[in-house]
């Protein structure tokens, strides 16, 4: 794949992939990189929403490479969509092998989030934010 990573936009995790995040074939569980990329667009949504919010769905989430263990993770999160308390957050995740440059797409996703209030509600996300999905 001759793709780049996203120019000009920051990460918004960076974390190694570790042993006891391995199948029985020694590539990094599916479901790890899944909560890793779950957490990146938490942060997006949290930062969007300016307060608590909670994932309500992933779509289209597609694993294109193996992770190995020692591996750079790192996740990109570009916001798609704000609704009146929904996100829809594209997140990336792309690996650096430990002792190289070259750096891979593994996996792909769109998650959605909702605003929440104290009570755990849906909630406006922030209607005074003048923020406008990226593109």
């Known amino acids: 794949m001759s793709e780049q990573p996203p120019a000009g936009v920051e990460p918004v995790i960076r974390t190694i992939a570790m042993p006891a995040d391995t199948n029985p074939s020694g590539d990094i569980f599916g479901g790890w990189l899944m909560a890793q990329m779950d957490l990146a667009a938490g942060n ?50 792309w690996r650096r092998q430990r002792f190289g440059e070259f750096s891979e797409r593994v996996t792909s996703a769109n998650f959605t989030f909702v605003a929440l209030d104290a009570d755990g509600r849906p909630r406006p996300v922030a209607p005074d934010l003048p923020l406008k999905p990226e593109g």
């Open 44 to 93: 997006v949504a949290a930062r969007v929403a300016r307060g608590r919010s909670a994932t309500i769905a992933v779509d289209e989430i597609k694993f294109h490479k193996p992770v190995k263990v020692g591996d750079e993770v790192t996740l990109y999160g570009k916001l798609l969509e704000v609704g009146r308390s929904s996100m829809k957050i594209e997140v990336i995740a």
